[in-house]
């Protein structure tokens, strides 16, 4: 009998080797330790022992039933475990998955030029103003000395946003960033009008006008206005300033030009010429004929100073309106100035 013992042990030991999962495991119990198991039956049968025997088959066939169930429950933890880590791999998150990149925003080439140019006025002493968009006629043209019927206005196609009822000074989009100059003066004199303070401004932003759109025509487009006024501010000063603008922008090679020109609000006028890079001053169907105009300027007429509030005997002053897209356009080889309002992402996303 205790050789039966011995074989169920070593029996029960080696079935228990190949058992690989839960299902085996429960089989194998069933077997090795149920109640129709060998060892049970032995169990069964120890009535028919003689009174010495019983103890010592009973102790060994405890012993037995021990290892085989300690084994079974070790096997039973290892499967346990081994099941765990299956999982734990085969359900791994894996964070080196890498993200989804969130598209970032940008400034728009205006924004990002009219900052530089903010940047360079700033350096001169110039601050900025922010006039507004819509405008009457009044402040738009006929304070900037362009009566009512004056042939210059036709250099500046109009938007009328509302003329019913408002006889000769209807509502326009402004035409030109000019007007904030009025605006800007009648504000700053008004603070002391016998003595006012001098000006020294820029003013940015978006101007409208019905033209005919071609690669440096647009409807809608961005200028920055400049403006100084004090005692004996001279045309010299002017010249030094935009100079020192090109300069600024371009390095100290640029060539720029001033060509006599006509503004009603300016006496003496000029345009402001720049070499244009696109192609090294050959000419192409962006500059013409070598030459970039980035915008208009000149000495600021008494008849504008007065309606600033500042006495023309007293004051001069100069002014500019420049062209900031021209600039870009310029800076970064674009030759279509469509592109800016486009909205196209393929030319924005190189910005
Ligand atoms: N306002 C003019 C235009 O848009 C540009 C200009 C010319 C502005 C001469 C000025 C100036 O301040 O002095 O065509």
């Known amino acids: 009998m205790l050789e039966k013992l011995n074989e169920i042990e070593r029996l029960g030991l080696e079935a228990l080797e190949t058992v690989r999962d839960e299902a085996a495991l429960e089989a194998w119990r069933v077997a090795h330790l149920g109640r129709s198991s060998a060892l049970m039956q032995l169990f069964n049968g120890f009535g028919q022992l003689s009174k010495e025997e019983r103890p010592v088959m009973g102790q060994r066939a405890n012993e037995v039933k021990k290892a085989l169930e300690a084994a079974f429950n070790a096997r039973s933890d290892e499967l346990r475990q081994a099941a765990l880590k299956r999982s734990i791999e085969q359900e791994r998150l894996d964070v080196t998955l890498p993200g989804r990149r969130v598209p970032l925003g940008r400034l728009h080439p205006d924004t990002q030029i009219l900052r530089e140019l903010y940047r360079i ?14 405008e009457s006629d009044e402040y738009n043209f006929q304070l900037l000395n362009f009566p009512i019927g004056h042939p210059a206005r036709d250099m500046q196609d109009t938007y009328f946003v509302e003329s019913e009822g408002r006889g000769d000074n209807p509502i326009v989009l402004r035409t030109h960033t000019s007007p904030g100059q009025i605006r800007a003066m009648r504000e700053i004199s008004s603070r002391n009008p016998h003595n006012p303070a001098p000006v020294r401004i820029v003013l940015p932003g978006m101007v409208y006008r019905y033209e005919q759109v071609d690669a440096r025509h647009e409807t809608q ?32 090679n640029v060539r720029t030009r001033f060509r006599a020109s006509f503004f009603p609000f300016t006496e003496p006028s000029a345009e402001f010429d720049i070499e244009c890079f696109l192609c090294g001053g050959k000419g192409c169907n962006v500059c013409g004929g070598g030459w970039l105009e980035i915008g208009g300027c000149g000495m600021v007429h008494p008849v504008v100073l007065q309606n600033g509030g500042y006495d023309p005997e007293r004051y001069t002053g100069f002014a500019f309106g420049l062209g900031p897209q021209r600039i870009a356009m310029l800076r970064y080889g674009i030759n279509d100035i469509r592109y800016f309002w486009e909205n196209d992402l393929r030319f924005l996303e190189q910005f």
Request: with cysteine.
């Open 221 to 252: 487009f961005d200028q920055i206005e400049g403006l100084a006024v004090g005692p004996g501010i001279t045309f010299s000063d002017l010249k030094g300033t935009l100079a020192d603008l090109a300069r600024r922008l371009f390095g100290q």
């Open 121 to 134: 006025f700033g350096e001169m002493g110039f601050q900025v103003y922010c006039s507004r968009e819509v």
